[in-house]
């Protein structure tokens, strides 16, 4: 069964500055890796699928990495901002969505 | 664009009240999927109709029934409510297959709680 961590639960962060979060996964037999965005009281929305022959995809700030031989992936955010501030979750999928895997996410805090 | 909309926001129950959380998109897709969150556990799947017509379940399905009344609805039915399934639920939906570009878009999420 697949298995996904992230790591850590939460982090803090100056402004400006680049920052990494990770996510771990144990069945590298993936289709595809999403990291979704959740603010406080809403829904998540998709920030980046990368499938799985591909090895990073880019969105404006965003660069998500993967890594299917060690069972990682990792969202890039440059130049960090407030707005930045949420929880991220990444997650992982063994075939379509119905079998996606969720993380707990990491929450960020950007301080001003 | 509405996207994903889901009602109601909010609901408080009794235990063994019954009640249906209601999910429409307007995008088309084929897919669509009912997840609760819960503290510390991530989404888990509950139900999820790959295409109208189908329903399956999930990973948490029990003590609750779906309905995909046509292709842009989706409801979830608690028959008899329990303070374990105090919770927020979300709907999601995608184009739906198993192409690895198969991005999920999600609701705003209604906000359970079963006395």
């Known amino acids: 069964k697949q298995e996904v961590t992230q790591i850590p639960a939460a982090l803090s962060v100056p402004e400006g500055e680049n920052l990494v979060l990770n996510c771990s996964f144990t069945d590298s037999a993936i289709y595809n890796l999403q990291w979704f965005r959740q603010d406080p009281g809403k829904g998540l929305t998709s920030l980046l699928l990368?499938?799985?022959?591909?090895r990073e995809q880019t969105s404006g700030r965003l660069n998500a990495s993967l890594d299917k031989s060690s069972g990682r992936s990792t969202l890039y955010i440059a130049a960090s901002q407030p707005g930045d501030s949420a929880t991220y979750l990444c997650a992982a999928s063994n075939f379509g969505n119905e079998k996606l895997t969720f993380g707990t996410g990491t929450r960020l805090t950007i301080i001003p | 664009n509405a996207g994903v909309t889901q009602t109601p926001k909010f609901q408080v129950l009794k235990t063994g009240q019954s009640m249906t959380l209601q999910c429409a998109q307007d995008m088309n897709h084929n897919s669509m999927y009912w997840y609760r969150q819960d503290p510390g556990m991530g989404l888990r799947l509950i139900y999820y109709s790959a295409s109208e017509g189908t329903t399956d379940k999930g990973e948490v399905p029990n003590g609750y029934n779906v309905s995909r009344l046509n292709k842009r609805e989706f409801s979830l039915r608690l028959e008899s409510a329990a303070p374990s399934q105090t919770s927020v639920y979300f709907c999601a939906s995608s184009r739906g297959g198993i192409s690895g570009a198969n991005v999920l878009t999600f609701g705003a999420g209604s906000r359970l709680t079963v006395l």
């Open positions: 990368i499938q799985s022959s591909q």
